[in-house]
């Protein structure tokens, strides 16, 4: 057997919130096609991001992946910023 390595998930997404100390709010939007009648779905989803050095701000388009739990509700961490806000 080969060693497994631990791949996490990377999302990309834009900041709603930067109010917080080290946390940040990001919203992925997501589409989907339906299985049974195929129309596509459109949805957000609202994740916290553990962002211990302010590198974002409120706007930023940012690249989080899925990390063990930091918090009751933080599981993202901040990977880069992909394209600031004007």
Same mark, same amino acid.
């Given at each position: 057997?080969? @060693? @497994? *390595?631990?791949?996490?998930? @990377?999302?990309? %997404?834009?900041?709603?919130?930067?109010?917080?100390?080290?946390?940040? @709010?990001? *919203?992925?939007?997501?589409?989907?096609?339906?299985?049974?009648?195929? +129309?596509?779905? +459109? %949805?957000?989803?609202?994740?916290?991001?553990?962002?211990? +050095?302010?590198?974002?701000?409120?706007?930023?388009?940012?690249?989080?992946?899925?990390?063990?739990?930091?918090?009751?509700?933080?599981?993202?961490?901040?990977?880069?910023?992909? *394209?600031?806000?004007?």
């Amino acid at each position: 057997m080969s @060693t @497994t *390595e631990n791949v996490s998930r @990377t999302l990309m %997404g834009r900041v709603i919130s930067d109010k917080r100390e080290a946390t940040r @709010t990001v *919203e992925v939007q997501w589409s989907r096609r339906h299985a049974r009648y195929g +129309k596509v779905m +459109k %949805g957000r989803t609202k994740l916290h991001v553990h962002d211990p +050095k302010h590198e974002s701000k409120l706007g930023d388009l940012v690249e989080i992946k899925e990390v063990r739990p930091i918090s009751k509700t933080k599981t993202w961490q901040l990977v880069s910023v992909l *394209e600031r806000a004007e």
